[in-house]
């Protein structure tokens, strides 16, 4: 964990590494993890403390190097394009974070590289995303051979009264009170060669990640994991339950056998995912009923009706204007 910018200098930077656990004398660990309200909290204890603390997930994010992360950094920078690195990110953040997760996704011809973070988003938690995508940012720019940048740059909380940080160091508009956390990055960004990759480095270092990613204890319940996963996949198609498994350094056979211990069956999950998705977006977006059909899944907007009928007992736009006069 890197806490940069503070404003006192060497001796509280030290006393904010204890506070949460962390020798301040130690080598990086990338494996030792912070509580998440520990790590919040110290985010917002920053940046009370420095008097630009709006700045401070630019600059606690930009300090950030592939070195840092360990195997998954040799991981991110040996892969062939930077959308070879964000798949990396996609299977293997757990060996980083018990509570975030990342997708690339294809919207309409607009690709994002997106980060999900449940939970009520209070200060601490809004700075650390903010940090999180600048970190991405920055070590984008460090693998890609092209000089980088976002062509757009999402949060979803509200944003500080000065962006300026913010727009300098993405070089691109910044959105906030947007429907996602992510980094909107064009085709040619996208495919363009890392500057280390490799593939036979990169198979080597996905065979390591995915022995790290089996022996990792269940730190949440699978079939919510499954759901998450699913929902992220979507607008893509319906996920099958290998392509699912591959994500969590499982086989298909082990997903449903460990599925079916608790209780689940994965198509079952399936519809849930799909459903809550729904909700999410007649809710919270103005997007066409097809679209929605879309981003869920269906190839119809008719097969989309029919569904949602069944799961909520009214139809998708009786539910949202219902939603709208509340």
């Not at 301040?24 to 110290?42: F, G, W």
């Not at 892969?79 to 299977?91: C, F, H, K, M, P």
């Not at 280390?196 to 990613?213: K, Q, V, Y």
Request: hydrophobic letters at 35%; glycine letters at 6%.
């Amino acid at each position: 964990m890197a806490v940069a910018g503070e404003p006192s200098g060497g001796a509280r930077r030290r006393a904010l590494y204890r506070s949460v656990g962390v020798d301040p004398d130690a080598a990086i660990d990338p494996k030792q993890m912070v509580p998440d309200t520990e790590y919040y909290a110290l985010c917002e204890q920053v940046a009370r403390e420095d008097p630009h603390g709006a700045s401070v997930p630019i600059r606690v994010g930009s300090s950030m190097r592939c070195d840092d992360y360990g195997a998954f950094g040799l991981a991110w920078k040996s892969a062939i394009d930077l959308r070879g690195s964000y798949q990396r990110s996609e299977r293997y953040a757990r060996v980083l974070t018990s509570v975030s997760t990342y997708q690339c996704v294809e919207e309409h011809g607009r690709f994002f590289m997106t980060l999900n973070r449940a939970g009520a988003r209070h200060l601490g938690m809004r700075l650390s995303n903010e940090q999180t995508i600048v970190a991405v940012t920055q070590i984008s720019r460090e693998v890609s051979k092209e000089p980088f940048s976002p062509d757009a740059v999402y949060f979803q909380h509200s944003g500080p009264d000065d962006l300026s940080a913010h727009e300098s160091y993405f070089g691109c508009p910044v959105h906030y009170n947007a429907d996602r956390d992510a980094i909107e990055v064009s085709k040619d960004h996208l495919l363009a060669p890392n500057k280390l990759g490799d593939p036979s480095i990169s198979a080597f270092f996905d065979t390591h990640m995915d022995r790290e990613i089996a022996e990792l204890p269940e730190e949440q319940e699978l079939d919510g994991r499954v759901r998450n996963l699913v929902s992220r996949a979507l607008s893509e198609g319906v996920p099958n339950v290998a392509d699912v498994a591959a994500r969590l350094g499982l086989s298909g056979r082990t997903l449903q056998r460990r599925l079916a211990a608790q209780g689940h069956a994965f198509q079952d999950l399936v519809d849930e995912a799909r459903q809550e998705l729904a909700v999410r977006l007649l809710r919270r977006t103005d997007y066409a009923l097809a679209e929605v059909a879309f981003l869920t899944g269906f190839a119809e907007q008719s097969a989309f009706t029919r569904a949602f009928k069944r799961w909520r007992g009214e139809t998708p736009a009786n539910f949202r204007r219902a939603v709208q006069h509340a």
